[in-house]
């Protein structure tokens, strides 16, 4: 999970394998949720977001997973690439445009 | 056709000096923001317009002043620069509430 802190988390895998990242969010009253990824020198990039009437959503080669119960997200990126390499964030929507983001965790892909 | 761009991407310049950050969407969103991001990726928000409207404006120093002159266009206005406005600043926008954001690619302020 995630939390604002000194240090940017880092996650290695090794290439092909399945990525999963996780993060907690804090509020309970949260109704949306998405994933962003950050490749080095751009701007976030929407990846996949899901509503709090699921708990997963699937994409290409991505699927997130909503536990509302212990409110966790997770990013599972399935037959990990070099381009997936990235920091990835999670934001969580607390209503009135405000939208709660995580610290990010750094994705290295071993060859 | 970008998104969401943003101008410049690269700005440079000393303590003291005024600068400012331009923005402009063709998404037709109608909400607008500026981030903050620190050298540990961390994203703060400053400020956010919702159809020219001020709706959002974080503890951020009175240096830093935002105007929107209509819903495409947001900028970014800095007094008296200091050193630790050092940062990548970046626009992004939606479509209202509960709406994912499309970013800019950000511009890396470096005040020396």
């Known amino acids: 999970g995630e939390s604002v802190g000194l240090h940017l988390p880092t996650l290695s895998v090794q290439e092909g394998d399945n990525s999963i990242i996780n993060c907690a969010y804090s509020?309970?009253?949260?109704?949306?949720f998405i994933w962003y990824k950050q490749e080095s020198g751009k701007g976030p990039q929407f990846i996949i977001d899901?509503?709090?009437n699921m708990d997963k959503r699937q994409g290409q080669r991505v699927t997130v997973l909503l536990n509302k119960t212990v409110k966790h997200l997770s990013l599972q990126i399935a037959a990990t690439q070099p381009g997936d390499s990235a920091v990835y964030f999670c934001a969580e929507n607390i209503g009135n445009y405000q939208l709660i983001w995580g610290a990010g965790t750094k994705l290295i892909i071993k060859p | 056709d970008t998104a969401v761009s943003q101008t410049p991407k690269y700005l440079v310049t000393q303590m003291g000096n005024d600068k400012s950050i331009k923005c402009e969407q063709n998404?037709?969103?109608?909400?607008m923001y500026w981030y903050k991001q620190d050298s540990k990726k961390f994203l703060k928000i400053m400020f956010s317009?919702?159809?020219?409207?001020?709706?959002i404006n974080e503890t951020v120093p009175n240096r830093f002043s935002p105007k929107s002159p209509d819903k495409a266009h947001l900028n970014l206005h800095i007094n008296s620069l200091e050193l630790g406005d050092s940062a990548v600043y970046f626009c992004?926008?939606?479509?209202?509430?509960?709406?994912?954001?499309?970013f800019g690619s950000g511009t890396r302020l470096t005040v020396v």
């Open positions: 509020n309970s009253a949260s109704d949306y």
């Open positions: 992004a926008s939606s479509q209202g509430t509960g709406k994912a954001y499309t």
């Open positions: 899901i509503r709090s």
């Open positions: 317009y919702n159809n020219k409207e001020l709706i």
């Open positions: 998404l037709g969103h109608d909400t």
